[in-house]
């Protein structure tokens, strides 16, 4: 993990999208007349009817003679719920039982909705014991479908009466739910069996009743969806689509294509944000967007063991080849590489795999400029343009992970807790792969299948971007690691290959950088903090602190990340107990270009600090929550913070791409893409 990132979205994507909506004021009613549940016989209707125990509305007219009547059957039917539920107790606790367990073990997918109904077959099975259900049907035996020698439960009402009998029917069953409810206190199966019953009913009723503007997802989904000006003809496609795809985790962006190849029309901007944002805020936890041959494709073993020194090898065979080939061949080598990569990564446009290389919000601030709004300036007056390579962070497969030392930030990581990474990419279910972090995956896929081809396509995409850049009189910078920690060998051909460029990343490691157009910030990974400093009330013990390095790195004149708790303010310098030494704090969220923060030959480093954006982090409790990976600072305390002496030395920092046992591996990630 990289700690500045603060969410990377394609960038297409990069004005994030629209709150959801979910207002269908002003849409067409339906035009024909919703079907009806009989009262008799709906289950929606009896749940409401009883639970709501309502005398007749008629009662205001009754005679002295008939409300005692109806008194009496409420009375009767009390007592007759509460011997049915005596008698049913242990049948009902059973199928409770059942119920619950068929609700949690449910791994079928769905919503809230559809794991009650899969889990309320549990009420219509057979059990040991007789139910209320059973009591009602056959009377008190010993077993249920057992009648012989049973006790009948007589009506309340006998069936020859016909004078006020619907009254007092109604009254009866009143009084009979009131016996139960008295008499059971595992009441909860009956009215979960009642409760799922309805909403079977009433999903069925919404379907009929739904306003043509709205698209119910899914059998029936939570709330419905709004596509602007889209007419009746094609909603009704853009539902079977959506609904469809959704039970078989088809990916928005097929969605889109299949509605316009089916309709032969364009979905706008806004009906494409609309769309997206609805299906994956209704993805069920955990669901993951591939298509089939996605994940047929993924679900093969790699094509070898993936290593920092084969990587590097296939980056510089693709790079040697390329200075081999004329025109008409490097035209050929991109199609090639086109070929290979866009199974893995989607196509969009005519065939084209997508992008490797995009921006973000962070990255744009190098664009736009500092927080005032004034785009950074090299010495030569150019301004700077920049893009990165976003692969899954902390994806290890063997012994070789993309963040080889990413034990202290895995779950910290703002591939998955920040901005669009957490909104479109799976929010709080870390696990989900959805948007973005899907993307990233899909990217990271293609990486360890096609590396050549990968390679290939990032030479390309540079060559256009910087291209693009020079049309505006701008320089190009390119983070090669914008999750990631790849050892600056794999990439090293590339850098090499365009002298022009800059590139920079951070780090945990001990790299070094591989070219003069080459540049990196150390990344700190939080301290054990003390009680009583910084505005803490707890120790906070962090076993990953890597503090010692991070001072020999200052001490160089090196600069080094470090995020803070505090999700609005920097302080303005930190002091290390151990030595008396104070670093000054900049600001690393005003722009992203860190080459611009180099310090003059013989100065001290400075600390690029941070703010806390995570989604998951209060900064409150971010340093204990996080093990000391956020920094504690309370503005209120100063404008300094103090770096206690640590408890022990700084972790072995290896330069291999070892990653710890603890965290998810690559294969465990990928298992659980395909399935």
Known sequence: MNDDDTGYVDYALDRAYPPLRIDITGVAPQATAPEEVSPATGAAEEFIAQGGMTLPADAQSMTPAQMGQVVLDGLAGMS??????????????????????????????????????????????????????????????????APLGSIKLPPVIPPGVTTDRAMREKAAAGGELAGEVLADPFLAAKGIRAGSKAIQEMAQQIRTTAPVGAITIGKPAAQPMVLSKVDPQRLAVAQKIVSDGIASNMSPTK??????????SKLTGKQQKELKAYVSANVPKGQIYSDQAFKDLIAQPFPFEPSTQRFAQAFDDAMGWLKTLDAAGLKNAALMANE????????????????????????MKTEKGV????????????????????????????????????????????????????????????????????????????????????????????????????????????????????DPKVHKAIIEAHPDVLFYDYTKMKYRPVAPNHHYTYSSTGLTQKAGQNGLKVDVENPHTNWIQMRQWLDEG??????????????????????????????GDAYDFRP??????????????????AATRKQSSAAQESNGFFVNYDPKLGTQVTIPRQKREAIILKTGNEAPEILETGEQITERVTQ
């Open 558 to 587: 090196k600069n080094v990340a470090m995020a803070f708790s505090n999700k609005i303010s920097l302080p303005e310098s930190v002091v290390d107990e151990a030595t008396g030494k104070v670093y000054r704090v900049i600001d």
């Open 340 to 363: 290979r990569l866009a199974p893995i990564l989607e196509s969009g446009k005519e065939g084209k795999a997508t992008r490797l290389l995009n921006t973000n919000g962070k990255l």
């Open 371 to 486: 927080e005032g709004g004034i785009p950074i300036e090299l010495p030569d007056g150019r301004n700077i343009e920049s893009a990165g390579l976003a692969i899954s962070p902390a994806f290890k497969v063997g012994k070789f992970s993309t963040c080889p030392n990413s034990a202290s930030c895995a779950q910290e990581c703002l591939g998955k807790t920040s901005s669009g990474y957490f909104m479109f990419g799976g929010g709080a279910d870390l696990e989900a792969m959805k948007g973005t972090r899907l993307r990233n995956f899909r990217m990271t896929q293609a990486m360890f299948r096609e590396p050549e081809a990968f390679a290939i396509k990032i030479h390309n995409e540079i060559i256009s971007l910087k291209t693009a850049a020079a049309k505006n009189g701008n320089a190009l910078a390119i983070r090669m690691n914008v999750l990631s920690d790849i």
């Open 596 to 613: 611009m923060d180099a310090q003059p030959a013989g100065a001290d480093g400075v600390i690029v600090g941070l703010k806390n954006k």
């Open 80 to 145: 007759r719920g509460g011997v049915k539920a005596v008698a049913g107790f242990g049948g009902d606790v059973e199928q409770l039982g059942t119920f619950i367990k068929n609700f949690v073990m449910d791994n079928q997918g769905g919503g809230f909705v559809e794991r009650v109904k899969r889990a309320a077959g549990a009420f219509e099975s057979p059990t040991l014991l007789q139910t209320s259900k059973d009591v009602e049907k056959e009377g008190i035996g010993l077993l249920p479908g």
């Open 255 to 264: 969605m889109i294509q299949a509605f316009e190849s089916q309709t032969a």
